[in-house]
Every structure is written in C-alpha cells, then in structure tokens.
C-alpha cells in the first residue's frame, strides 16, 4: 500500500469512528431507551434522545474535534511536543471570564449566558494581550508567542484561584463544578453556530497543513520555501485560540484531549499534518464523546464529568510521555 493509499485509509476510518459514535452514543444512558418507541416519536424516549442525549454527544463530538485539532495545529507551530490549547494563555483567559460571570452570580448578558459571553470575552482579552505582546513590530516568533502565552496562563491561573478563595459558598461551588468541565445538553440553535464555527475553522487550518509542515521544521526553513510566517503564526494562533476558547465557553476547561489525541495518532500516521490534522479532528470528538457517555453509566445514577475522564486517561499517558522522553 503506498503512502497516500494508506493516509486515506487512517482519514476514511477515522470518519467511520466519528460517524459510528455519532449514531450508537447518544443511545447509552442510565436509562435505557427503546428503539421502537423511539421509531415512533413515543416520549419519554424521543425526547431524551432528540433534546438531551443527541446535543450532547455533537458537543462532545465537535468540542473534542475541536480540541484535538487545536492540539495538533499548536504542536506543529510551536514545535514542541507537550503544547497543548491551554499552552498559550487564551483557554485559560476563556476560564477567568467564565469564573468571573459566576463569582458575580451574572446570568445573562445581552440574553446570552454570562458563562459564555465571560469566556468569549476572557479569550478575546487574552488574545489581544498575547498578540500586542508578542508581535509589537507585526513581526511575530515562535518564541514570543510561547513566553506571552505561558505568561498569560500563569496569571490568568493565579486569578482564577483568586476569585475562587474569595467567591461565596454557592458561587464557590458552582466555579468548582464548571472547572472540572463536562458536557450537558445545549439548545440547537447555539449548537448548530458553534459547530458551523468549528468546521470553517478546520477546514482553514487544514488547507494550510502542507505550510504547518514547513514551519514544523523551523521558521527559516519555512520563509526559503515561499510562506509567509509572521502571518502563518497570526493565522494559527488565532484559528486554534478562537477553537479553544469557544470549546471552554460550552464545556469548560476540559483538558488532555489536545496532547493526548495528536499524539496516539502520530504514533500510527506519522507526522505528516495532512493526515495528523484530520485524523486528530476526528478521533478527538470520538474520545471526548465516549468519555462522556462513559460518565453517564459508570456510577449510574450519578454522572462522572467528561474533564474528570479524560484526566485520568491523560494523565496516565503524560507520565509515560515524559518518561519516554528523558529516558
């Protein structure tokens, strides 16, 4: 089999895992639903599946799609192998704006969550300052981007636990709830934006994948080949950073998707971004969906969230991943 035959493959069956976890999740719950009853629109089980279980798993879906793409694109332009969407500041400014909303018991902001309009607003000011930072010539580094990233994320985190110390029992616990991240069911309407968000981003990001492999090698070797780097970067940081950061705003920190996913996939692909990105897009959904409908079941009646999850199975393979690294 030649090399792109086989690349076609790794994408072809990645899409049938994604598209048989689409089908089968949204199935699995505590309560078991009946697929005649369904067939027939007979509640109570048309309406979990359709109003509860079904726009949950999409989240789960395109957030961890999201997430593993955003992990994928920040490894390569950083070229370092622990990046992460968090690694850079902006998920973790999408955080401080959602902690925010709820330490000050907001709502609703113009009819939209405070939760959400927070995160949004967080990100976008983690952005701007990264960017300013960064780049005050618009000539922008690898380097600059990585310091006022890790800069941002370490104030950012210092506030969070701030604002936490000092919020009220209930807000307290309801900032400790939303940070554990996890999954619930979201109106279509809000849904169908974001995941209209998330695949124009990808599809941009992945058009570029043969550019994300020349700047995977270094910046120089990059521009002699004919990119534009400064404007490569700025375009990265900002698709990755705005996937990130409306991912938190709907889930909340949800973290090791973006270092795990990328990483099991080069394993089996290679490091070629033109099939890492979209096989890294799909099974990233793929996980974070089934590590959602596996928080459904496992201590039924109760729900394990989805962050809780996927830490104890990234943490596991971050261990292993700098074990192997310094060994």
């Known amino acids: 089999m030649t090399d792109a035959a086989r690349a076609r493959a790794w994408i072809a069956g990645c899409a049938v895992a994604f598209a048989l976890a689409a089908v089968t999740l949204p199935l699995i719950g505590p309560a078991p639903l009946d697929p005649a009853r369904i067939w027939a629109r007979e509640e109570p089980d048309w309406s979990i599946l359709i109003h509860l279980r079904l726009s949950r798993t999409l989240l789960g879906l395109f957030g961890g799609a999201a997430l ?34 709820l330490a000050m018991g907001w709502h609703l902001v113009a009819g939209v ?6 995160a949004l607003a967080g990100a976008a000011l983690v952005l701007v300052i990264v960017v300013g930072v960064a780049a ?13 990233g890790i800069a941002c994320n370490s104030v950012c985190a210092a506030l969070i636990l701030l604002i936490h110390g000092l919020a009220g029992m209930s807000e307290s616990f309801a900032i400790a709830r939303w940070l554990i991240g996890s999954l ?9 934006i974001y995941i209209g968000t998330v695949v124009a981003l990808a599809l941009a990001i992945m058009h570029r994948a043969r550019q994300w492999n020349l700047l995977a090698v270094s910046e120089a070797w990059a521009a002699t080949r004919g990119t534009r780097v400064t404007r490569l970067l700025f375009g990265g940081y900002a698709s990755g950073s705005i996937l990130a950061a409306t991912t938190v705003a709907l889930t909340g920190p949800i973290g090791f998707i973006g270092l795990v996913v990328p990483h099991l996939v080069r394993t089996r692909v290679g490091v070629d971004d033109r099939v890492v990105m979209p096989c890294a897009f799909l099974m990233g959904g793929v996980l974070l969906a089934a590590c959602d409908a596996l928080g459904r079941v496992v201590l039924a009646p109760a729900e394990v969230p ?9 943490g596991p393979y971050l261990v292993w991943l700098i074990r192997h690294r310094t060994a």
Do not use: H, K
């Open 113 to 118: 969550s405070a939760v959400w309009f927070g």
């Open 136 to 148: 005050p010539n618009r000539n922008v580094s690898v380097f600059g981007l990585l310091l006022a």
């Open 184 to 192: 619930d069911a979201v109106d279509y309407l809000p849904l169908t």
């Open 306 to 314: 989805a962050g809780a999850i996927t830490a104890l199975i990234g």
């Open 68 to 101: 593993g793409l955003a992990g994928s694109l920040f490894q390569s332009m950083l070229r370092e192998a622990l990046a992460t969407p968090y690694t850079l500041g902006v998920s973790t400014g999408a955080s401080l704006g959602a902690v925010a909303a």
